[in-house]
């Protein structure tokens, strides 16, 4: 099994409660019989997408000659998507910033949001999941609560992930693991974040029993 886990914080785990997740996720798979790749988007190279990737594609198509940050963005992009294609799981470790998701983890995304990668349309105009053969495992962490119905709307980070992942890529979401509150309630909050990271090792126990079934 080839999983690949992208990681979206680049706070430290003494600070970062989900870079902390990611942590534990990853340690909780060494030794294991599963082929992990790490994908940092505080660390790979990626522009963030614009006017340029069009212009790149131009000129792609003309034999153009491509600026620096065109270059950059076609190759980013490639190695984005060659990742989500060698991977049979995507674990995505990822904090609520500001109601949703890290700016470069949008811009990962869009890099592999695209029509006959991600998704195509059939001769109907109804769009067509292209990665129902993959899964996907959301490790997410918030400081505030946003699991009760008031606050639930507000929360654009989870279900972003679930709408794109799931619902337009059409990938299983086989866990999700949510470390929330612990910034809302301190008295609480080395209690919230260890039950929650047991969570986390019990998730990755969970996908190493299903590499061993497969």
């Known amino acids: 099994m080839n999983v690949l ?31 992990v790749t790490t994908y940092d988007v505080y660390e790979e190279d990626t522009p963030y997408f614009g006017q340029e990737i069009f212009n790149a594609f131009g000129k792609v198509q003309t034999g153009g000659e491509l600026t620096d940050i065109e270059s950059r963005l076609l190759a980013a992009k490639q190695k984005a998507m ?33 029509a006959g990668f991600a998704f195509k349309y059939d001769a109907n105009g109804n769009m067509v999941q292209l990665m129902t053969d993959k899964k996907a495992i959301f490790l997410n962490a918030r400081g505030g609560v946003y699991s009760t119905p008031e606050a639930a709307p507000m929360e654009m980070a989870v279900n972003y992930m679930r709408n794109v992942f799931g619902g337009i890529f059409g990938m299983e979401i086989i866990d999700e693991v949510i470390i ?3 910034n809302a309630m301190p008295d609480k909050a080395q209690e919230i974040i260890s039950a929650g990271l047991e969570e986390v090792k019990a998730s990755a126990q969970r996908l190493v029993e299903m590499a061993v079934e497969a």
């Open 5 to 35: 886990v992208v990681k979206a914080n680049n706070r430290p785990a003494t600070e970062g409660i989900s870079s902390k997740m990611y942590e534990t996720f990853m340690a909780s798979l060494e030794g294991k019989d599963v082929n």
């Open 82 to 114: 060659d990742a989500i294609t060698a991977a049979d799981v995507v674990v995505f470790a990822f904090p609520l910033w500001n109601l949703t998701i890290p700016a470069k983890l949008h811009t990962f995304i869009d890099y592999v949001f695209a």
């Open 180 to 182: 929330e509150g612990h």
